[in-house]
């Protein structure tokens, strides 16, 4: 048995992702969209983690990294083998996609969020491509059912702060509210690996520059980066990513194609020698003297939003 106990793992059920943020290597379709994990291989992989005692009744599994969980067929079945082996878990999701919870599926869910690129149909058009009203009336259809379900937590939402929604957050706020649900708004990041790191070496094209200038808030990023403390340690030592095939991540920003994605498989036999390969990849690198791991790991809430009416 290995020692290690991860409090948080993240489970990628879904590969795939119907979104088309163009700032996010799933959105922008220059990987191919990936699978869905079986029932089969997810609950031996839950029974993996238990046995190995990597994981245990404080853990949590966050059943997304990049994909739409809410677009797995067999969620229903995902969930219920999470509570029936008694582990915490979270959600999150575009709500473009309605799907109502039962009390028994809720029993062990500790978090559940859904994202929002703004709160009007240009907004929406410019980032994840969804008709903008359906993605409201979900995102209520959600709260409400959630409660009736029994779901203790309050319903979070994550609102993605752009340069061409700012005055938005006002109206979004205010949805939250009539639903009772929490309101978190965040600057927007460079979801895409490859793109964040060509902008931090100067590497973009002129016309990549521009739609990022464009819509990204670069000066939190820049900020950030010169408030990085000189002992920071990437959080992802400490967090367990696994996809939808059971291989084991160097973390959750990396993107397929790249040569240090992952760190072998749960199950070939090599776990400890692969949890271990984790903290040792060439990328980790760059990505920790750049700052863009501490970019990536504190997004800013910006104060003004508090004062908002």
């Known amino acids: 048995m290995i020692q290690t106990i991860y409090k948080e793992i993240y489970f990628e059920i879904s590969g795939i992702c119907n979104a088309r943020c163009p700032f996010c290597v799933t959105g922008t379709r220059r990987l191919p969209q990936g699978d869905f994990i079986s029932v089969d291989l997810f609950e031996k992989s839950i029974d993996k983690l238990i046995e190995e005692g990597l994981i ?24 219920e083998y999470v509570n029936k082996r008694e582990i915490n878990f979270a959600l999150s999701s575009n709500a473009s996609i309605d799907k109502e919870f039962k009390a028994k599926e809720v029993k062990k869910l500790q978090e559940i969020s859904f994202s929002m690129s703004g709160f009007s149909q240009s907004s929406y058009d410019r980032v994840h491509g969804f008709r903008f009203e359906n993605i409201k009336k979900n995102i209520a259809m959600f709260a409400e059912n959630l409660k009736k379900a029994g779901y203790r937590n309050r319903v979070k939402i994550f609102f993605h702060i752009y340069q061409f929604n700012l005055d938005e957050i006002i109206l979004a706020k205010e949805f939250a509210k009539t639903i009772d649900a929490d309101f978190v708004p965040y600057y927007a990041f460079i979801a895409d690996y490859d793109k964040a790191k060509s902008y931090l070496l100067n590497k973009l094209s002129s016309a990549e520059m521009r739609s990022v200038a464009e819509s990204i808030v670069l000066a939190d990023m820049v900020q950030k980066i010169k408030l990085m403390p000189s002992n920071y340690r990437c959080p992802q030592d400490d967090i367990l990513i696994l996809d939808e095939k059971a291989d084991i991540l160097t973390c959750c920003f990396l993107p397929k194609d790249h040569p240090d994605y992952y760190c072998g498989n749960l199950f070939d036999g090599k776990l400890r020698e692969n949890l271990k390969a984790k903290t040792r990849k060439n990328e980790c690198q760059f990505c920790l003297e750049s700052g863009l791991s501490y970019c990536v790991h504190n997004v800013t809430i910006p104060e003004f939003s508090n004062s908002l009416h």
């Open 56 to 79: 245990n009744s404080q853990s949590c599994i966050f059943l997304y990294n990049w994909g739409e969980p809410f677009l797995h067929p067999d969620l229903d079945k995902i969930m």
